[in-house]
Nanobody, 126 residues
């Protein structure tokens, strides 16, 4: 079992930057594929970014491409999501996810992930 705890959300203004963190416990972090998703009430969970277990090739969602960077520090059991040029439409609850597979096919599919955090709210004001 893996426990994921997100932090770093909050209220920011359009154009600001923000970095979210997700710390994992319960399993060797370096073997997990990690990802970020976001969700607005009433809408489906949307893929944001994913990173392979050894920090290899990443994937980024189309709606945030060029504005977000996903990274990981295996020594700290933490994955980060750095976001810049934030827009009001980025307002959502951001979830950290983990997969037991070091390489996840179709990483944009939330069904590929085994563990989820509780989420952290990001609100971008105009």
């Amino acid at each position: 079992q893996v426990q994921l705890v997100e932090s770093g959300g909050g209220l920011v203004q359009a154009g600001d930057s923000l970095r979210l963190s997700c710390t994992a416990s319960g399993r060797t972090f370096s073997t997990l594929t990690m990802a970020w998703f976001r969700q607005i009430v009433g809408k489906e969970r949307e893929f944001v970014a994913a990173i392979r277990s050894i920090g290899g090739p990443t994937a980024t969602g189309d709606s945030v491409k060029g504005r977000v960077t996903i990274s990981r520090d295996n020594a700290k059991n933490t994955v980060y999501l750095s976001m810049n040029s934030l827009k009001p439409e980025d307002t959502a609850v951001y979830y950290c996810a983990a997969s037991n597979n070091p390489i996840v096919l179709a990483p944009t599919n939330p069904g590929r992930y085994d563990y989820w955090g509780q989420g952290t709210q990001v609100t971008v004001s105009s």
